[in-house]
């Protein structure tokens, strides 16, 4: 089975959150592969604010844990394997949980591993398009998101009416969900 710990930490983490709390965790920086501004390393350990305001594309995965943060006015990336993980708790009441902390395999990037975390770059947008004609009401009106890889596209359209010289049809608006 895999290791329970990261889903402890996201369940920790929003549990925190949900009791108007700030989330903090402890990290062995010790361990190889943890990318933390040394700095603020006190005895081998540094603990982390990662409430979504002191954070900038907070990522809790499987592995890792990445995200931007402020240290002293100036912009860091953290990277730290879940291993190197010690505890999450509240800052408030010290309400949380402590781990086992564990280096990463030294084999770990020899093998072809992938890390998946999410890209830096910024994704395309959204697009909206509300198109309106005149109040006719054989004319249309399409509203169309483009989805982005993850997202549901949603399709509405009230279609025009269609004419001929034998009779005369009106369909109905449909909606549609496209995945």
Known sequence: MTSNKPYFIRALYEWILDNNCTPYIVVDATLP????????????KIILNILPSATHDLYLGDDWITFSARFSGISQDVNVPIGAVAAIYAQENGEGMGFQTEALPEDYFTNETVINTPSKTSSPKPLLNVIETKSNPDDHLNVTKTPTDSETSLVLESKKTVKSNSSKKKSKPTFTIIK
């Not at 592969?33 to 040394?38: K, L, S, W, Y």
């Open 33 to 44: 592969f943890v990318e933390v501004p040394e700095q603020f390393i006190t005895e081998g």
